[in-house]
Structure formats: structure tokens, C-alpha cells
């Protein structure tokens, strides 16, 4: 896709550290990176990179100690709790590895929460879109107990769709499935970015996964340390392969 | 404690959750407290009467009374007769009675409701126990001079020298002059004595033929118990006790006079503790079920189902024993303030040092102890049944088992206990009150069982009320409200027992308010009404005073007369009537006339049927002194709650009545035609004036006075129920605290998607006022139900109208919001800061 459109996200020389002095972990390290509209990214990288980190600051879960962090041309290091939230809710969609939606509530409504929340009108036509592509018309009235796994996951990225967002973050969304769901809820993505034009970014530790995307960025100790674009699932695993395999200790989460 | 690996487990996990422990040990504290304070309180009281009453026969080895209380009491010459009998030494007579004192500034000295008694003074060598103390002046020396206890002296603002007047119900006022102060020894709670001469005295409190009792010393050549035997038998008809008798009998009274109020106070920390077993037990299985991987985790690496189970009792025991022994602490505090309040408030009980009885803290701690780990078996139970392996899966929700059974179980013993209930109020006395009793149990366990089940439909309903306006925030309110039935029937329950107590209460108190009410509105045709101190009544000058005020018509005054009727066991309450009665009181006569002179009676419709009376029958009348008198019956009424079961003449009520007792209990005054009622009531009022303690009042602040007295009582039941309330506040509290720590992940999650904190805070708010409505709303229907019925067999008592205080319903549905929300403003602020990364980041 084309890199001289503005950034969706980006990052300017992010820094997140934990603890004080000797047992100061740098979780990143300076981290500048810019995030295209319009284009699935996956962040990679061992256990204890920062990747997580990295998203969780990029999506305005956790706070920088230092740097920039943009959404647009949002500075998320200058808004409040308030903001930070509605800035969340509503240009910023959410996938989660697990424990995406409200068990009480049903999928329709799960789906339509933000909105909800927001007090904003839902655009009916867009929504029958978004569940029909996804497939989720019959299951509408199930609570999240009654979804398979898969399904639970394809009700979190119809969520994060509907509010058509500027940007969709997923935290290692795969995680928890087997590798059928698994295909399904990263052609979603894929298909979020070619026939919704939505910008997507997630985290994964699955070559496979990443696959998906246009670009992966991979860190490693807190900093970025190569991409890769049009990437194939042995190409990553490959590079993958390159990082030390002596894991590190994992750095607090 | 290294050797024990279960044992430590239970005690880390105590000390690692701080904000659960408090909660749970609160609630333990609670139950305890108000046990230990009931105890202690009436320990206390117990105790101080004791002192008090220790020495009332000091000195006394045979006192010769008569054998009825309230009767003239013993002959003067009976006083000769002991005297000539062998081995006695020295006799004193006692002469009392009651009387008003007025203080320095004209007033009646008030007492909080403890007596006032004029007593005759007793020179040294006449007085058996020691002799009076005076701190001023000397014992009265002449007719029209008092001597006053140190309280007294100080409640009237009275000195030495100064003079005043005093009231009886013989002699109307009697002007006299304070020649000294004495000292007693229990001086306090308001007790004012009066001593007079031993002539004013008997003039003031007796016929001048009796005394009230002889206290007889011997010479000691026999032993007590010999001479009670031989006074005994030279003064048949009399009641004749040593020393030691007499005190006994009196402790004996005090303390039956005290165990009622014991059983009340009990009867609450019953509630509260019951109360506090469900927050008790709502508490441990929200843990349990908070705990489920890890007792599963403890179970896979091979700990035994007995050894998880004994670490979750440890954990019960280690609660239930601190919160036992905060729970003595805070009742003893508890009794404190009570107590200071009960002085604050001049009630007239006497004060001294607390009681705490090794009893009271043996039966706090086990209760306490027993009720937590019985309360926290019953999860533990459930969570030891859990596989392992599917205990540790991520989304473990715990046994949502079918409520079928239970639900199945409530739907049987609500329809049991409603038919019970509803045969009750169909009749009435105490079989009819049990019956309604035993079904309103069977109506509460049935909706303790049912609750869960019924909490779903309700909550949904009420959520449409007060959930709808606020949107997606009052959804999620809704359904969490409703995500886990027993535990919210569960929460809900607390409030549902306290407000169902207060609401039954609230219908027993608008009941008789509306009953009083219609009572004068339909029976009192007079226009004033004029009343005394309770107990008390008016002397009969204020009979003469009113009937000279100018446009006053009729003036009659009701008398309450003592007797047996016929062959009866017991003494019964009449009335007697000077005046002509059909001016004051609506009376209707079904049979005969309602003429009453002389040795005649009239009998109420009832007592007729039961005895099949008819004009022309004689009926006997015995008086408390044994005098029988044989009655006519000249007429039968239909029955009266104003008057009672039978009106005899006043001549009569003056030979049943010893002259010291005698009183109006209430003067009954009727206006010409065409008086000026305002022009009547200065009249009134001005003619009274003299007597201090009357009231004058139209029938409207009649009723409102009588309003107030029900008012009153029921302010102290209120009071009491308010802190089964608090308990069941702090239960939602618990609650919802430990709900939030259950769905912070979830809650984190519904952060991370963009709900602000408000909301956040807003959506337990409401959840929280859910469930206290749900609780308030089953409570009152239930209160009123009971209310209905019981009332309804007290119908022949007088409470023959049935009011729902609509107002007071309304007021408690609008608090049980209220408090809801307050319950939920800690938790809900613990909930809104819950970080976002907490739905993402694995704990």
C-alpha cells in the first residue's frame, strides 16, 4: 500500500520503563515507528521484546514514560484518563487474546457496546454488513457461553467494525483458538483492511498469523530491530529463528 | 505452624486479602455485638436493681402486708397485736404513696418515668434499717413540712426553706415547706422521695384505719422464720414474709420486669445475627468461588478433598474468632451507648458500673464462631466437589446448579404458609395469632428458597423502571443484577428481613392510630377531654373545677375499678362513671337501663353472652381487700373499647378503692349548645391551672396524643430494626466489593472498549439499587401481608381498623434505593479504578 499517505499511529521514540534504578526493566527502549492507514501490521517479536507493550501504549492502555505516541494527530501522552477513554472508545477498535465480551450480555449487544456506551446511534446497514460478512446473523441472540471460541472471537472483531474506528488493535487474537478459528478471525482482519478499508495492527507470536499481513515489525529488546514487507509464513519463521533462542526473562507485563 | 502446608495456605490467603477479610469479620462483629450488647445491658440493669433493692428489708426480720398489691393494706390495729406477741422487739409501720412535686418554678418536677413516693418519716428509734442521711436542714417535725431526696431537691430546684406545693389525688394541692435533704443511697434515675410526718402522711395516703405494712424487728430470741410462723398465725388474712422473703420477692419482680426486656434485645440480636449468618455465608461463597483454581490447584498436586475442606473451616475459624471477640468489644460499647442514650433521654433507670458476665462472652464467641464456619462449610463443600482440571480452566463461573429443587421447595412452603396465614386473620385471639405466626415462617423460608428464582422476573421489571433511562450503563446494571440469582436473593434477603419487620410494625402502628382514632371520633361525644400524668390520673377536684367554668354543660369522670367478677381467678378492669354518661359517651344499651347507683353493674354484650347475664341477675364483686359485694345487673351494652367489660357505680368504686389510689383516669367535659369552644377551653384551661398536670385537650389533640404515645413506642422498635438495616447495608457493601474484585477482568475490558469511569461507577450504582429494591420490595409485601393478618386477630383488642401507612412504604422503597446506591459508592469507586490493561493482562 501506499507509505506516503499520514500514519494511522505511530511512535516517536517511545520509551516504557518499570521499576527504579538497578532493577529498572526497559520494556522499550526508544521505540520510533510509524503505523500506515489502510494496512495490516503484525509486531513480533520474542517473549519479553515489548511488543505487547508496545501496542498497549500505541492503543492508550498503559502510558508512556517517555516519548510520543500519536492516533491521527492525537498526542495520547498529553490526554487525560477522560479522553484517553473516549478517544478508546471511539477510534480505537479492540480484538483481545481472550475475555473480549460481557458474558451477561448477548452477541448483538456485546457487538454494539461501544456505540452503546457512547450514547451514538447505530448505523443499521453498516452492522448487517459487518454480520453478515462475518457470519454471525444466526448468533446474534446467543450469550458468549453459548459461542465456540471462534465464534466469541468473530462477535469481538464485528465489535471493533462496527464503530467503523480509525484503527483495530488485536492482542495476540489467535491465541486461544485452534488453527481453523484461527484462519477465520485473521481473514476478517485481512478482509477489514481490502473491502472495509480499516487499518489493523496486532500483536502475535505466530508466523502464520503474521502471514496475513502487509508488514511485520520486529522487536527486540524493546527496540525495532527489522521489517519485513509481503511477508510468507516461512519468511518470518525464519527471521524468527534469527533472535537468540535463549529466551530471555520475560520483562512484567 | 511450618508442618502444616493447609494451615498455611488458609492463614497467607487470609492475610493477602485485607479489604475480604474486614468484610467478612464486619459482618461477624455485627452479629456478635448486638448479642453481647443485649446481655450486658441487662446484666447491668440487673445489677443496679439488685443494689438498689438489696437493702428494702434492711433491718427487718417480718414484714406483715396485705395480701392483694394495690389492696388498703393492713390495719392499724394490727400493729397493737404484733406488738403483744412474744419475741417481738420494735414494729414500724410503712406509709406511702404516690404524688406530684412541684418545683421552684410551679412545675411538675419531672422524673423520666420513675416514681415519685411520699413516705412517712421515722424517728431514729422507730426506724428498724438505718436511719436517713441529711445533708440539709432535718426531717419533717411538723404537718406541711417535707424532706426531699438529694435528686429531687436538685430535679425541682428546691433548698432548704423554700416552699411549694405539693399534689395528691386525696387532698388535691397541699402547700408545704422543704425542711430538709436527704441522702439515698441508689439516688439516681430520677427516684424522688418524699417524707413527711407520719400524721400528713396517713392523711395524704391513707384511710387513717391502715397502713400500708407492718416491718417487724424481734428481739432475737426467735428465729425469723419462727416469728413469721407465730404473727402469721395471730393475723389470718394478711401476708406475712421475713426479711430475706421480701427481698427475694422484690429481685424476683426486677428481674422478671428485666427478662422481657431481655428476650427483646435477644429476640434482635436473633435478627441481627441472622442477618449477618447470610452475609456471612454470601461472602464465604463468593471467596470459595473466587478461590475454585486454586483449591484445585491444591487438589491436583494430591491435597486431599478433607485437607482443602479443613483449610477453608481454618480460614472460617480464624474470622469467626476475631470477629467474635471485636464483636464483644463493640457490644460492650454498644450497651455503653445505649445506656448513655437511655440517660440522655431522662427515661428513669438508674445507672451504675457494666456487667459482663463470663456467660455473655462464652455465648457470643460461639455463636460467632459456630455460625461463620457452619456458614462457610456449605461453599466449601461445593467446592471440593468440583473436578480439579475443570476448576483450573480460564473461565471457571462455579456451580451454577438448577434452582429447580429449591425453587420447587419455596413454591410449597409459600403456599403452605399463605393458607396459613390467610386462616388466621380470619379469626382472632392468640390460637388465631399463631396460626398467622407459623405461616409467616413458612412465607419466609419459602421466600428464601424462592428468591433466586424469583429474583430474575422482579429485577427485570424493576430494571425497566429505573435501568431503562440510563442505557447501555443500566443493561449492564440490569443483567448483572441478575447474572447470579443467589447471590443477589442472597444480599437482598438481609434488607428483606429488616424492612419486612419495620413494615409490619409500620401497619401494627397506623392499625392502632386509625383504631384510637375512630375510637373517640364514634365513642367520645364530649368536646374537651382532661388527663394527668399516666398512672397517675387527676384528682377529683378537677371534677368541681370544671364544672363551675362557665358554658360547660356536663362534666363526668372515668374511674378504673379492680375486682373479681363472680367466682373469677384474677382481677379484671372496670370502670365507674360519676356524671351522666350518655352525655360524654356514646354508649349503647341493648338490654335494660344504663342507670348505675348504688350496688349495680352493666355488663358489656360479651361478658353477658359468657355468663349469661340479663338485667336481674346478681352478680358478686370482690375488692383487692376480700370485700365482696353482690351486684345487680341493670343493663347490658354493646361492646366498648373506651369503657371495657362492665361500668359499676361510683359509690361502689370508692369501697374497692383504697383513698390513696383513688383518681380520674380521664375527666370527660361537654359544652352547652351554642358555647363558645375557644371561651370554654381558657375557662378551662383557667380553672385547672391550680392542679399543674392537667391537660387540656379537644378531641382532635386527644387523638393526637394518643398518636404520639404509639409514636413513641414504636420509635424505639425502629431504632432497633435500623440496625438490622445497617447490617444488611454492609452486606451489599460486601457484596458488590467482592463482585468487583470477581469481574476485573471483565470490568477492564469494558474500559479498554471506551466505557468511562463514571459509568463504570454509575453501572454498580445501579446494579446495587436493584438489588436493595428487589430486597425492600419482598420485604414490604411480606411485612404488610403479616401486618394485615396479625392485625386482624387482634380485632377484639381494640385494633379494629387496618391501615397501611402508604406514606412510611413509600419512604422505605425510596431510602432502600438510596441506600443502594450508598452501599455501592466504595466498591463502585474500586470498580472504576480498575485499570484497562487488567482485561488483557493474564493475573
Known amino acids: 500500500m501506499a507509505s506516503h499517505t499520514a500514519p494511522a499511529a505511530r511512535s516517536q ?13 526497559h520494556a522499550l527502549d526508544g521505540v520510533t515507528v510509524q503505523f500506515a492507514a489502510s494496512e495490516f501490521t503484525a509486531i513480533m517479536g520474542p517473549s519479553g521484546s515489548g511488543k505487547s507493550t508496545l501496542m498497549h501504549c500505541l492503543a492508550g492502555l498503559d502510558s508512556a514514560t517517555s516519548g510520543a505516541v500519536f492516533i491521527g494527530d492525537t498526542d495520547l501522552t498529553t490526554l487525560s484518563d477522560k479522553q484517553m477513554t473516549q478517544l478508546r472508545r471511539d477510534r480505537i477498535g479492540f480484538v483481545f487474546q481472550a475475555f473480549n465480551l460481557v458474558p451477561t450480555l448477548t452477541a448483538l449487544e456485546n457487538i454494539t457496546l461501544p456505540l452503546d456506551i457512547a450514547g451514538r446511534e447505530v448505523d443499521r446497514q453498516w452492522l448487517d454488513t459487518v454480520v453478515t460478512r462475518l457470519g454471525l446473523g444466526d448468533r446474534l441472540d446467543h450469550r458468549p457461553g453459548e459461542l465456540s471460541g471462534g465464534q466469541q472471537q468473530r462477535v469481538a472483531c464485528a465489535r471493533a467494525l462496527a464503530g467503523r474506528p480509525e484503527i483495530i488493535f488485536g492482542d495476540e487474537p489467535t491465541g486461544n483458538l485452534d488453527s481453523r478459528s484461527s484462519g477465520e478471525v485473521l481473514s476478517i482482519l485481512r478482509a477489514a483492511v481490502d473491502e472495509f478499508d480499516q487499518t489493523v495492527v496486532i500483536v502475535t507470536h505466530d508466523p502464520r498469523a503474521a502471514s496475513y499481513a502487509d508488514r511485520v515489525v520486529f522487536l527486540s529488546d524493546g527496540q525495532v530491530v527489522d521489517e519485513m514487507r509481503g511477508p510468507t509464513a516461512d519468511a518470518v519463521l525464519d527471521r524468527m529463528k534469527r533472535f537468540d533462542t535463549v529466551t530471555p526473562v520475560p520483562a512484567a507485563e | 505452624m511450618s508442618g502444616n502446608p493447609i494451615r498455611k495456605v488458609a492463614l497467607r490467603n487470609l492475610a493477602a486479602h485485607k479489604v475480604r477479610l474486614a468484610l467478612t469479620v464486619l459482618s461477624v462483629v455485627l452479629g456478635t455485638a448486638f448479642i453481647t450488647g443485649s446481655f450486658v445491658f441487662t446484666d447491668t440493669l440487673q445489677r443496679t436493681f439488685d443494689d438498689i433493692f438489696g437493702d428494702v428489708a434492711q433491718g427487718v426480720d417480718v414484714r406483715v402486708s396485705a395480701e392483694e398489691l394495690g389492696a388498703s393494706g393492713v390495719p392499724v390495729s394490727d400493729i397493737a397485736t404484733v406488738e403483744g406477741l412474744d419475741g417481738v422487739a420494735r414494729t414500724a409501720p410503712l406509709i406511702s404513696g404516690s404524688l406530684v412535686v412541684l418545683g421552684s418554678d410551679g412545675a411538675a418536677v419531672q422524673t423520666g418515668g420513675a416514681p415519685v413516693e411520699g413516705l412517712a418519716w421515722l424517728p431514729p428509734d422507730r426506724t428498724l434499717g438505718d436511719p ?18 438529694t435528686s429531687g431537691a436538685e430535679r425541682g430546684d428546691l433548698h432548704v426553706g423554700d416552699r411549694t406545693q405539693v399534689l395528691t389525688m386525696a387532698q388535691g394541692m397541699v402547700p408545704v415547706t422543704v425542711s430538709g435533704i436527704y441522702d439515698v443511697d441508689s439516688d439516681t434515675g430520677g427516684y424522688i422521695g418524699v417524707l413527711f410526718t407520719e400524721t400528713q402522711a396517713s392523711a395524704l395516703f391513707t384511710d387513717g384505719r391502715h397502713v400500708q405494712s407492718i416491718d ?43 427478662s422481657f426486656l431481655n428476650y427483646f434485645l435477644l429476640a434482635f440480636g436473633a435478627i441481627a445475627l441472622l442477618v449477618g449468618t447470610f452475609i456471612i455465608y454470601n461472602t464465604f461463597s463468593m471467596i470459595v468461588a473466587q478461590r475454585m483454581r486454586e483449591l484445585a490447584l491444591l487438589r491436583a498436586i494430591g491435597a486431599s478433598r478433607r485437607q482443602v475442606g479443613r483449610s477453608v473451616t481454618l480460614e472460617a475459624l480464624v474470622v469467626g474468632l476475631i470477629g467474635s471477640v471485636l464483636g464483644i468489644a463493640a457490644g460492650i460499647a454498644l450497651a455503653y451507648g445505649l445506656r448513655a442514650a437511655l440517660n440522655a433521654a431522662d427515661l428513669g433507670l438508674p445507672s451504675g458500673p457494666l456487667q459482663l458476665s463470663p456467660r455473655t462472652v462464652i455465648v457470643a464467641l460461639i455463636v460467632g464462631v459456630v455460625v461463620t464456619v457452619v456458614s462457610a462449610y456449605a461453599p466449601a463443600r461445593r467446592a471440593m466437589h468440583v473436578p480439579p482440571v475443570a476448576a483450573m480452566r480460564e473461565e471457571s463461573t462455579g456451580g451454577d446448579a438448577s434452582l429447580r429443587v429449591r425453587t420447587l421447595a419455596g413454591v410449597v412452603a409459600g403456599v403452605a404458609g399463605a393458607v396459613l396465614v390467610a386462616i388466621g386473620a380470619q379469626g382472632t385471639g392468640g390460637g388465631a395469632a399463631a396460626t398467622v405466626g407459623v405461616g409467616a415462617l413458612a412465607l419466609i423460608v419459602a ?5 433466586p428464582a424469583l429474583s430474575r422476573p422482579v429485577v427485570r421489571v424493576l430494571g ?22 443467589r447471590r443477589t436473593a442472597a444480599t437482598a434477603f438481609a434488607l428483606t428481613l429488616g424492612l419486612m419487620l419495620v413494615s409490619v410494625i409500620g401497619v401494627f402502628g397506623a392499625s392502632a392510630k386509625t383504631s384510637v382514632d375512630a375510637l373517640v371520633d364514634n365513642g367520645v361525644e364530649s368536646e374537651f377531654v382532661l388527663t394527668g400524668p399516666p398512672m397517675l390520673g387527676l384528682p377529683s377536684a378537677v371534677v368541681d373545677a370544671a364544672r363551675g367554668v362557665d358554658g360547660v354543660a356536663e362534666v363526668v369522670s372515668a374511674h378504673t375499678v379492680v375486682a373479681k367478677v363472680g367466682d373469677d381467678e384474677d382481677f379484671q378492669f372496670g370502670t365507674a362513671i360519676t356524671g351522666r354518661l350518655q352525655d360524654a359517651v356514646a354508649l349503647d344499651i341493648v338490654e335494660g337501663t344504663e342507670s348505675t347507683t348504688g ?3 352493666l355488663v358489656s354484650q360479651s361478658v353477658a353472652a359468657e355468663r349469661g347475664l340479663h338485667p336481674g341477675a346478681v352478680v358478686p364483686l370482690t375488692s383487692r381487700d376480700g370485700e365482696t359485694v353482690d351486684t345487680a345487673v341493670t343493663g347490658v351494652y354493646a361492646d366498648n373499647q373506651l369503657i371495657g367489660p362492665w361500668i359499676t357505680s361510683p359509690e361502689l368504686y370508692e369501697q374497692f378503692t383504697p383513698v390513696g389510689s383513688r383518681s380520674a383516669m380521664v375527666v370527660l367535659v361537654g359544652t352547652e349548645a351554642g358555647a363558645d369552644a375557644d371561651a370554654v377551653r381558657a375557662g378551662l384551661e383557667d380553672a385547672t391551672k391550680q392542679f399543674v398536670i392537667v391537660q387540656v385537650m379537644d378531641r382532635d389533640e386527644f387523638k393526637g396524643q394518643q398518636a404520639q404515645q404509639i409514636d413513641m413506642l414504636l420509635a424505639i422498635l425502629y431504632g432497633l430494626l435500623a440496625l438490622a438495616v445497617v447490617i444488611a447495608i454492609l452486606g451489599i457493601v460486601n457484596t458488590l466489593a467482592l463482585s468487583v474484585v470477581e469481574r476485573r477482568r471483565e470490568i477492564g475490558m469494558l474500559r479498554a472498549v471506551g466505557m468511562q469511569r463514571a459509568q463504570v461507577r454509575r453501572t454498580i450504582y445501579i446494579e446495587s439499587l436493584l438489588i436493595a429494591v428487589f430486597g425492600a420490595v419482598v420485604g414490604l409485601v411480606l411485612g404488610l401481608v403479616f401486618g394485615w393478618a396479625f392485625v386482624r386477630t387482634l380485632a377484639d383488642q381494640g385494633l379494629d381498623h387496618i391501615a397501611v401507612p402508604w406514606g412510611q412504604v413509600l419512604g422505605m422503597l425510596v431510602g432502600s434505593g438510596v441506600v443502594g446506591v450508598l452501599a455501592a459508592l466504595w466498591p463502585g469507586i474500586r470498580a472504576a479504578r480498575t485499570p484497562p490493561l487488567e482485561a488483557i493482562v493474564d493475573v
Open chain 2, 447 to 451: 421466600v428464601l428458597f424462592a428468591a
Open chain 1, 13 to 25: 521514540d517511545l520509551k516504557k520503563i518499570y521499576g527504579t534504578g538497578d532493577t529498572a526493566v
Open chain 2, 464 to 485: 425497566a423502571v429505573f435501568a431503562r433511562p440510563f442505557g447501555a450503563v443500566g443493561k449492564l446494571a440490569r443483567t448483572n443484577a441478575t447474572r447470579n440469582p
Open chain 2, 216 to 258: 417487724v424487728a424481734g428481739d432475737g430470741s426467735m428465729s425469723p422464720e419462727a416469728l413469721r410462723d407465730e404473727i402469721a398465725a395471730a393475723l389470718p388474712g394478711t401476708k406475712v414474709q421475713t426479711g430475706a422473703e421480701v427481698t427475694e420477692e422484690v429481685k424476683s419482680q426486677v428481674s422478671e420486669a428485666l
Open chain 2, 599 to 601: 350496688d349495680e353493674l
Open chain 2, 132 to 149: 436517713q442521711v441529711f445533708v440539709d436542714g432535718g426531717p419533717p417535725v411538723a404537718d406541711g413540712q417535707i424532706a426531699l431526696n
